[in-house]
């Protein structure tokens, strides 16, 4: 865990009270054990991130008058990109307790269908479209090309439970 190197700004801490400090600290250790290395942590209002090469974790907090929401991106070479999870969390911070509001799942800044079983990605394919190839990215990411009437096109899926 040498190697793992964390921006976060004072300014930021400076409207957060101490509970809310208590709890982004506890998911950047979280992160820390998942595997993160170079994690920034940003404000929504006042700061902007540029993304550069290799592998980041952006974490956004967006604080109002009586609650905040914690933005996680995981990019990789610039892209949102996860291969071992979701690449986007949205937290919140309700009654002094970090709740996981939602996550999405991307591969290289494609948005993936999630699947909990493989056999789910054909439920997932649109009535009456052909599905003309399927590759397997990753151990959890699949991509199928698919026709309809009007286009060919690209739908990721990420894969819970993969055989």
């Known amino acids: 865990m040498n ?27 979280r992160l820390q054990l998942e595997g993160a ?14 993304i550069g090469k290799g592998k980041e974790v952006f974490i956004k907090i967006h604080h109002l008058k009586y609650s905040a929401r914690i933005y996680v ?3 990789e070479d610039g892209k949102l990109h996860r291969l071992d999870g979701s690449a986007f ?17 991307y ?3 494609n948005l ?6 493989e056999e789910d990605k054909t439920k997932a394919i649109f009535y009456g479209s052909i599905v003309l190839d399927e590759e397997r990215l990753s ?23 993969v055989t």
């Open 3 to 29: 190697d793992i190197h964390i921006n976060y700004p004072e300014h930021i801490k400076f409207w957060l009270n101490s509970d809310e400090i208590k709890l982004i600290d506890d998911l950047l250790r």
């Open 37 to 50: 290395k170079n994690i920034r942590v940003i404000s929504n209002t006042n700061d902007f991130f540029s």
């Open 73 to 75: 991106y995981y990019y």
């Open 89 to 105: 969390q949205d937290y919140r911070i309700c009654d002094d307790k970090l709740i996981l509001a939602s996550q999405t799942y």
């Open 107 to 109: 591969y290289k800044h």
């Open 112 to 117: 993936c269908f999630l699947c909990l079983h």
């Open 139 to 161: 151990t959890h990411v699949f991509l199928k090309k698919v026709l309809t009437l009007n286009d060919i096109f690209d739908q990721y899926f990420w894969v819970k439970n």
